[in-house]
């Protein structure tokens, strides 16, 4: 019953920064994984960046050093911070959260519907 909500993409120049944000419902956020995927037309899904609970990133190797992901659990958010955007990053990014469920016990999966980046050389 977890909603994602993304917002914040749009359309830059290369070289230019956007910062993502995606806000979740409910009251499980602290104790999820977060991460954004991208893709783009023709291609598939991809990892973009991982955050963890206790605040472990990864990212993908197309967007380290220029990428940052981070996380405030007061504001139930994550956020992506995009620097130094290139037109290969142009794509859907799509929020997503992983959190183990004990009643009953599951994994869920949850996604945002996506907010489009266009990078424009």
């Known amino acids: 019953q977890v909603q994602l909500v993304e917002s914040g993409g749009g359309l830059v120049q290369a070289g230019g920064s956007l910062r993502l944000s995606c806000v979740a419902s409910?009251?499980?956020?602290?104790?999820?994984?977060m991460g954004w995927f991208r893709q783009a037309p023709g291609k598939q899904r991809e990892l973009v960046a991982h955050?963890?609970?206790?605040?472990?990133?990864t990212y993908g190797d197309s967007v380290k050093g220029r990428f940052t992901i981070s996380r405030d659990n007061a504001k139930n958010t994550v956020y992506l911070q995009m620097n130094s955007l290139k037109p290969e990053d142009t794509a859907v990014y799509y929020c997503?959260?992983?959190?183990?469920?004990?009643?009953?016990?599951?994994?869920?999966?949850?996604w945002g519907q996506g907010t489009q980046v266009t990078v424009s050389s």
């Open positions: 997503n959260s992983v959190v183990v469920i004990t009643t009953p016990p599951r994994v869920a999966n949850y």
């Open positions: 955050i963890s609970s206790v605040d472990t990133t």
């Open positions: 409910g009251s499980i956020f602290s104790r999820s994984a």
